[in-house]
């Protein structure tokens, strides 16, 4: 071990903020095209149905999950810089892919399922950045890191949809570029945009990025990682098992955490527009209101967590973030006596011909909602009566629902953070690639699960039965949480190298 100079420590944090622009960049390509992916694909291959959007938007997830543990593995016995630009460049590669899948004659829809997937798996590099930042940090500028690196994240997946709004000044025609056959417009401009900013990550990644290592005291450390020191070995300090029950552990909260939060997002529309009789554009563009400033808040939280773990530690927060979650569902649970108003009188009440309530029973993530067939005058509101539980289920109040949205908003980042802080502290010097890209696979895992629960659970049983059991979850995490409790420790501290 060697004292750390002030040249090695500017050189580290320079890599390290590469790392957070990596982690930004990557939600970005996620969330950029969110709200054009439906009318784009329902342009490009008429014959696509909205069932087959949802694959469509789970594929990222999917190849995030797939890849996740690929690039980790990789990470553990390479340089990092080969992960980082390989991920990096498939991605760019599928946004130039999605903006050339209106050219084939058919089965484009294919192409774009392909392409979204490609771009998830190349954001499977979230394993490598998080792997990376946990073995260039000590344990006191572990928390600072991680929640920079999450607060990154929630900064891309909140500026995505506004690159995409700007970009719909282009129009859906746009420009064309014959020579490469290349339409320029709201559809492909995000998408070639996020290509953009893939390859200027790539320059930078090998302009300024360089493997550094620091045991968790903070002192300079060989990486096995770095270039010419491949056959190099760790300090004395990684002698020791890692705690696997700690690390299950943790692995599972995240699933969790992940979960509700998936089932959070994606509740929104349908609970509003079956609650409080909202219109389909009523329901996107009010909840995207409020998604957006629970994506403030989530940032602000970040903020603010680096400085209580220094005073409460993570454990603690850990704890509190779980149980204002919890409170936050709770709350969601309907009470009283006022039933929602059942959409079948309004269409009785309107004399809509041919509407049925069926036709409300579409996959809540779908940008239909903003779209009326061109025979009906008026949009049928309210509880679908083919949603049984709407006739006995008394209605959540707007008042719940923005309470549980702000509890829910601070609850979720933190528990985000101290899961990420923990997990990498508990796996400590040992090389992290691999436990990170199975952590980050959770989080893809339970993004998936997530809309499956929503779309079952709450359609056919009714918001009490699925606040119900997410409440029953979250309390069997808060167990588990009070279980495994004092496992949930720095490595170095697990063998007395360093004091709580």
């Known amino acids: 071990d060697v004292v750390e100079t002030q040249e090695h420590y500017k050189s580290r944090w320079r890599s390290i903020w590469i790392m957070y622009l990596t982690m930004f960049l990557s939600s970005v390509g996620f969330s950029i095209v969110i709200m054009s992916v439906w009318p784009y694909l329902q342009k490009i291959d008429p014959t696509a149905d909205a069932s087959f959007l949802g694959w469509i938007i789970a594929s990222y997830s999917i190849g995030q999950m797939v890849a996740s543990p690929l690039f980790g593995l990789w990470s553990n016995y390479r340089p990092r810089r080969e992960p980082l630009v390989v991920s990096t460049t498939i991605s760019v590669a599928a946004n130039c892919l ?15 399922l392909t392409a979204r997937a490609l771009v998830g798996f190349g954001a499977g590099n979230v394993a490598v950045v998080r792997s990376y930042i946990a073995g260039a940090t000590s344990l006191t500028e572990r928390t600072s890191a991680m929640a920079n690196t999450s607060a990154c994240q929630a900064v891309g997946f909140i500026l995505g949809p506004v690159f995409q709004t700007c970009f719909t000044l282009i129009g859906e025609e746009g420009v064309t570029w014959k020579l490469i056959n290349l339409q320029l417009n709201m559809y492909t401009a995000p998408v070639l945009f996020g290509a953009l900013l893939g390859v200027i990550n790539i320059i930078l990644i090998f302009a300024i990025f360089r493997e550094h290592r620091v045991d968790d005291m903070g002192r300079q450390c060989k990486s096995i ?17 890692i705690d696997h029950v700690a690390v299950v552990a943790i692995n599972f909260l995240f699933f969790v955490i992940l979960f509700v939060f998936a089932v959070f997002e994606t509740i929104a529309t349908p609970l509003t527009m079956d609650m409080y009789s909202w219109t389909r554009k009523e329901a996107v563009f009010y909840n995207g209101i409020i998604l957006s400033v629970v994506g403030i808040e989530s940032v602000i939280v970040f903020m603010v967590v680096k400085m209580l773990s220094k005073k409460t530690g993570e454990r603690a927060i850990l704890h509190g973030g779980l149980l ?21 009188q309004e269409i009785k009440n309107n004399s809509i011909p041919g509407t049925t309530s069926t ?45 549980s949205d702000i509890l829910i908003g601070l609850g979720y980042p933190v528990c985000n953070v101290m899961s990420y802080t923990l997990y990498s502290k508990i796996l400590g010097p040992k090389p992290q690639g691999v436990y990170m890209g199975w952590l980050t696979a959770s989080g893809s895992g339970a993004r998936i699960l997530g809309p499956v629960f929503v779309s079952q659970i709450y359609t ?10 997410i409440c029953g979850v979250v309390v069997v995490s808060l167990l588990l949480l009070e279980i495994v409790y004092k496992r949930l420790i720095a490595f170095s501290v697990r063998y007395g190298r360093m004091q709580e």
């Open 98 to 112: 999605y903006a050339y899948v209106h050219l084939p004659h058919s089965h484009n829809k294919y192409y774009m």
């Open 225 to 241: 990682n770095s270039e010419g020191e491949e056959s190099g070995s760790l300090d004395q300090d990684a002698e020791g098992s």
């Open 324 to 344: 204002i979650v919890l409170v936050g569902f709770f709350i969601l649970l309907p009470w009283g006596k006022k039933l929602p108003n059942i959409q079948w």
């Open 359 to 403: 036709e409300m029973l579409m996959p809540f993530w779908s940008l239909e909602a903003l779209q009326l067939p061109s025979n009906r005058t008026v949009e049928p509101v309210g509880c679908p009566v083919t949603q049984s539980w709407c006739l006995n289920t008394p209605r959540i109040y707007l008042a719940q629902y923005i309470s």
């Open 460 to 469: 056919h049983l009714g918001p009490r039965w699925a606040f119900s059991l």
